[in-house]
């Protein structure tokens, strides 16, 4: 991966007050900025959680420019609803494994985004040993390819997390919090809804700026964690 890292949730027209998704129009507008760019300079394009419509709509508009991205899934809810988030505004299907197997074999790099989306850091070693490794299996039986690389849901870990990650086959990892100092947790800027392509070339140039205003989006997050808490939610038994 190279050292710029955009991230991604939902590429959708469908009404959703979430801060998260980016309508069909602005995700159209961001990938024609990033392939005007010199090669040198493209950031990579990663999309978390693996919702469908980064096969029905990113996917087409990445093509259209011959651009691939980086795909996070949750291993547990492939093909099924979004039982792990909280949103007012109607629920949302993640890809099947169909359409993963084709993504990966249009070029589109397939990574853990874990099994069932908890904090990492909240769990025990064996249920953190599992979200890491049942995972990166499930994935590399459905590709026939190695998986090495995993998105932290949240962008959460600590060293323990590290340490598991790299136990478990993982060579590198994405936080959309911040990075490790030893490089093997990479930074990835996601981008928002209210993201303008200026507010995408500070995300590049690491301003401060626009840096703090993603840390104080990115700990609304705790609201979901929270939630799990409330709602009692339990790791995803394995998919079938
Ligand atoms: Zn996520």
Redesign the pocket.
């Known amino acids: 991966m190279n050292a710029n890292l955009l991230s991604y949730?939902k590429v959708t027209d469908r009404l959703d007050f979430g801060v998260t998704t980016r309508t069909l129009a602005d995700f159209r507008a961001d990938v024609a900025f990033i392939r005007s760019l010199p090669e040198s300079q493209r950031p990579e394009i990663c999309f978390?959680?693996g919702y469908e419509d980064a096969f029905e709509n990113a996917f087409p508009i990445l093509a259209e420019s011959e651009l691939v991205a980086n795909l996070?899934v949750?291993t547990g809810v492939l093909g099924r609803r979004n039982v792990w988030?909280f949103t007012l505004f109607g629920e949302f299907k993640h890809l099947t494994k169909a359409q993963v197997r084709e993504l990966s074999d249009a070029g589109w790099r397939v990574g853990s985004?874990s099994k069932s989306?908890l904090a990492l850091t909240t769990l025990s070693v064996a249920a953190l040993r599992a979200e890491l490794r049942d995972s990166k299996k499930f994935l590399e039986d459905l590709l026939g390819k190695r998986v090495t690389t995993i998105?932290f849901?949240?962008g959460n870990f600590d060293e323990r997390v590290v340490e598991e990650c790299k136990a478990a086959g993982y060579e590198e990892a994405i936080s959309?919090k911040k990075p490790s100092q030893d490089g093997f947790v990479k930074r990835s800027k996601a981008v928002y809804r209210f993201d303008s392509l200026n507010a995408i070339r500070a995300k590049l140039r690491n301003d401060p700026l626009e840096l703090f205003r993603l840390r104080v989006i990115n700990a609304c997050s705790r609201a979901t964690i929270l939630m799990h808490r409330l709602k009692g939610y339990k790791p995803i038994a394995d998919a079938e």
Do not use: A, E
């Open positions: 949730h978390d959680d996070f949750i988030d985004h989306h998105s849901p949240f959309i």
